[in-house]
Nanobody, 125 residues
């Protein structure tokens, strides 16, 4: 079992930046890949980004490519999502999730094993 705590969300104007953090505990962090997803009201949970156990492989949704960067610090058991050039359509609750095993998880939320409580990101126009 793993515990996840997301933080860093908030209200920002369009064009601004936020950095989300997800602190994990309970299992050896470097033994699993991680992903970020988001869910807007009334919509399904969408893939945002994923990273392998070492951080050497990353994957992004087309909608965030070039604006968002996923990274991890295995010494701190934390995965990050740097979000730049934010748009109102980025408004959602953002969730981190582990995928057991070291290979990258991909965009299917069904491949991920746990979900944090989420952190709200609101981008005003």
């Amino acid at each position: 079992q793993v515990q996840l705590v997301e933080s860093g969300g908030g209200l920002v104007q369009a064009g601004g930046s936020l950095r989300l953090s997800c602190a994990a505990s309970g299992r050896t962090f470097s033994n699993y890949a991680m992903g970020w997803f988001r869910q807007a009201p009334g919509k399904e949970r969408d893939f945002v980004a994923a990273i392998s156990w070492s951080g050497s492989t990353t994957l992004y949704a087309d909608s965030v490519k070039g604006r968002f960067t996923i990274s991890r610090d295995n010494a701190k058991n934390t995965v990050y999502l740097q979000m730049n050039s934010l748009k109102p359509e980025d408004t959602a609750v953002y969730y981190c999730a582990p995928k057991w095993g070291r290979t990258i998880g991909g965009s299917d939320p069904g491949k991920y094993n746990y979900w944090g409580q989420g952190t709200q990101v609101t981008v005003s126009s």
